[in-house]
């Protein structure tokens, strides 16, 4: 008899969610075309995409990123990017000799108009509590290599202030764009459990779209 491969089963809060919808929707309380259009704003409008063009931005425009690392809710509204969970941002820069991590070690504080929905793991106790212990531990888990000479800064988001990683801009990218190398970043890489380590274009991540493994 052939074997069949089947998926994991939804989780209880995904099969419970499902639920409320199908309910909801039965009773015409709400409009599935109106959710999917929320879902896709969220996962390209406000979400990793914008992230992505301020970063593109600041490296190819000095005045821009020195405006970015000093006012970053100002800077980032340059390009349209603002609302709520951003009304106050600060971006920390990825250096050879700095690399910052995100985390938000009481909830999930996180800067929607800039990344867009938090991806499970942000959210959940291991990485919200292991992140500032044992921070090199879990870049590795992430397999973020850094070496012992590299100052690693962890910067707890609160219900006040979001942060924004500013990657360092990968080698080999000096001809691109600026469309070109927002095509480069991700969302991982802008919470810092991701490098940028080549200039070779990929496609941009939808929210939630990166597996990233989530630490133990």
């Known amino acids: 008899m ?31 075309a109106a959710v999917d259009a929320l879902v896709d704003t969220f996962e390209k409008r406000i979400g ?5 063009k301020v970063v593109a931005r600041a490296w190819v425009d000095p005045a821009y990123r020195k405006r970015l690392l000093a006012d970053a809710t100002g800077a980032i509204a340059e390009l349209g990017f603002s609302g709520m969970q951003g009304e106050d941002m600060v971006v920390v820069e990825n250096t050879p ?8 070690t009481l909830c999930s504080c996180y800067p929607w108009p800039v990344l867009g929905l938090p991806p499970v793991w942000y959210k959940a106790a291991p990485y919200r ?23 690693v800064r962890v910067w707890d988001s609160t219900a006040e202030l979001r942060y924004m990683v500013l990657p360092e801009r990968p080698k080999g990218t000096e001809g691109m764009s600026e469309g070109e190398l927002a ?34």
Request: charged content about 35%.
């Open 183 to 216: 095509d480069l970043v991700t969302r991982d890489a802008m919470i810092g459990v991701a490098k940028l380590a080549s200039g070779k274009k990929k496609k941009t991540p939808k929210a939630g779209g990166l597996k990233s493994r989530r630490p133990r």
């Open 48 to 52: 990793p995409r914008n992230g992505a």
């Open 2 to 32: 052939a074997k069949h491969r089947h998926s994991e089963p939804p989780s209880d809060p995904a099969l419970r969610i499902k639920a409320l919808e199908s309910l909801l929707t039965e009773k015409k309380l709400i409009d599935p």
């Open 129 to 151: 509590s292991r992140a500032v212990i044992e921070p090199r531990a879990v870049l590795d888990e992430f397999g973020v290599k850094v070496g012992p000479d590299v100052e």
């Open 97 to 104: 000799k700095v690399h910052n991590l995100l985390v938000c």
